[in-house]
């Protein structure tokens, strides 16, 4: 009031200050690897990370968890909020019940990075992360086993059976040929 303003630069002002004001989100991420050498393996981790998901997304009202696979067994549990204490307790209780069920079964959870407020720059780095490991798990020409096998194959990826008759024919007339050779050499001596 003592700024002298008009109506409308007043409200500007406002405007401007309870935007600036306003909470921003923060993004929450805690970095951990999962192992278990049981019967159920991969049954058993996949069922400790459901449970953590529903630990971490208990009042989903106020925040979303998700985890992440980076690359085995490497997994990443993140979360965006307003609400930051809320958010740490969250990503941490659902971390504890992923410890608490692969345990359970013999398994192991071992925390590589605690959870934390994360910046951009982590964010971005974690989805490099995530590309790099996708682009080095993509098949590239070369990954086959062996050439032979994709020439019996069709366009469609059935083995053309035909092919392989036509090569196993071919196989047994070299075979011939080399038998008929050898039984002449013995011949002329």
Known sequence: DDLEL??????????????????TAVKIRADFEVQCFSYEGIDSIKAALEAGLREGNSDPERLQVRINLIAPPHFVITTQTMEHEFGLERVNAAVEVVRQEITAVGGKLRVKEEAKVVADQDEAQLKQQLSDLAAANKEVSGDDDSEAEDDDEDDDGDVDMDDNDNKNKNKNKNKKKKGAKKESKSNKS
Do not use: S
């Not at 409308?8 to 306003?22: G, K, P, Y």
């Open 6 to 23: 008009n109506e409308v630069e007043r409200e500007a002002l406002l405007t401007d200050i309870r935007r600036r004001m306003m909470p």
